[in-house]
Structure formats: C-alpha cells, structure tokens
C-alpha cells in the first residue's frame, strides 16, 4: 500500500506524512516541488501510478473557477489507475467547494471528504502569524463566532480515513470543540503570548495593506479577503461532532493550541 499525498509540502499535508512514515505506511509525495501541478494534467499520472489511496488537497480554493473540472479529470483518472480511497479537504460553508466535492466523486472511487472550519493554524503558520506578532488583527469581518479547528485534529482525521479497514464515500464536517469570536480569540492570544493582542474589524484595502508588511502580496491577499467578507457571515456558527465520530476524541481546544504555540516562540 503507497497512499499519494497531494500538497505533500503543505501544513495538512506535511502532517499527514509525518504520521503515516511513523505508522511504516509508504508515501509519495507530490506538489509542485516534485512536478506534480494541477494546472498540467499530463504531470498527474505519474504521481497517480503505483498508488492505491490518495490525499487531495487543492490550493488555492476548491471553489475557484474550473476547479470542479479538475477534480472530475483526476476522479477519473484516480479511478483508472485502481486506487481504492481518495480523501479531499473542503471547507465548511463553501458552497462552491460543493462542486469539486461530487465532480471528484464522479470516478466512482470511495471519497471521504473532511469538510473544514477555520485552522487555528492560521493564526501561526499562515496570513495572520505577522498580525498575531505585531499585537493587532484588522480583519475584514463582523465578529461572528467560529468553531476554529486544529490542523492536527484534521491530520489524525485524514490518516484514520487513509488507514481504516473499508474505504468510506463519506463527508465529516469537522470544527473545534467551542465557537469563539475574533475578539475572543484575540483575548486567548493575549494571555497565551503575555502582551496585548487586539481585534480590529476593517475595510479589505486595511487588510490587504497590512499583510503587505509580511510580503504576502495583493493578489493573495484579496482572495483571503473574500473568505472573510463571504464565508464568515455565521453560517458556519455551530459546532460538529466529526473529530470524536473519527477519532473517538475530543477535538483540541483554541486555548490548547494557543498555550503550546506561544512556547515555541513562533509569536515572539
């Protein structure tokens, strides 16, 4: 058994593989790194082959335009090559990530998809570690609550659907185990890294001008700022039970994670 991880470079990604190498399970990793690109279907099969699982995750957004055709070409193509699981991440409340979800179904290859809150991660090892570092967070969004979930959470999530005995053609939406608002999480953060950090809710030009401090340039910074103006809306204001149905746990709290990361330094 080889399972492929698509994105192997990446935060879910990277975790799944250390995971799965600890287990003894054999691994390929593929990105743009190995030449693997999404853009360029002729690089696929060459991951493809050999494999009988495969972890998919597409950057930037699986709701983008002619996404749902990628996935429905790889679904084939993974189904031709006689893999017997694949495992997509989603978000939660993305209805254009619907799309994606079945064309990749379309091949006929058992599917569980991981349907995703925010990663409490973000806050560490993405957009927003400068804004963390710098004390303020000018978000562009109203203070909904959400159920901020952890990247190790959805990385143990991943490997039981990658591992367990019978392929599952199903979908967890999984969250964290209590619904905070920015300004909440921004009090947790204070008190995790012993200095003020602030919430400020802005309009997108503030927020795209002050990622622009951590070189994150405009053209990445709108999209982001999409998924707050559009998908922070409430919508996705409840929680779910998918980390315990998966992993027979508790999903790990926002405090835990906090706590942990100011210890490594990361914010200092």
């Known amino acids: 058994m080889t399972i492929l991880i698509l994105g192997g ?22 990105s743009r790194r190995t030449g693997f690109d999404w853009d360029q279907p002729d690089t696929w099969s060459g ?26 070409d790889f679904g084939r193509l993974a189904a031709a090559a006689g893999l017997e699981r694949l495992v997509l991440l989603s978000g939660r409340g993305e209805e254009g990530a619907r799309m994606s979800e079945s064309a990749l179904r379309e091949g006929g290859v058992p599917t569980t998809v991981l349907r995703c809150s925010w990663f409490q991660q973000n806050f560490s090892e993405h957009f927003l570690t400068g804004p963390v570092r710098r004390g303020l967070l000018q978000l562009p969004a109203p203070d909904v609550p959400e159920a901020f979930v952890d990247l190790d959470d959805v990385a143990d999530a991943a490997v039981q659907a990658l591992t367990c005995t019978i392929p599952e053609d199903a979908t967890y939406e999984l969250s964290g185990p209590e619904l905070l608002t920015f300004a909440q999480t921004a009090a947790i953060l204070t008190d995790a890294c012993k200095r003020q950090v602030t919430y400020l809710s802005v309009d997108v030009p503030t927020f795209i001008a002050d990622l622009a401090q951590d070189g994150v340039p405009a053209d990445e910074a709108e999209p982001l700022a999409h998924l707050f103006t559009e998908i922070l809306d409430g919508r996705n204001a409840s929680l ?4 315990e149905n998966m992993l027979g746990r508790p999903a790990s709290s926002f405090s835990a994670y906090a706590r942990a990361t100011a210890m490594s330094g990361v914010w200092s």
């Open 47 to 72: 991951a493809v082959h050999g494999t009988t699982a495969a972890y998919v995750c597409f950057t930037p957004d699986l709701a983008f335009p002619g996404v749902p055709e990628k996935m429905r």
């Open 9 to 30: 470079a990446g935060r879910t990604g990277a975790r799944i593989h250390r995971r799965l190498s600890t287990n003894g399970v054999p691994t390929r990793l593929a």
């Open 240 to 243: 779910t039970v998918g980390v």
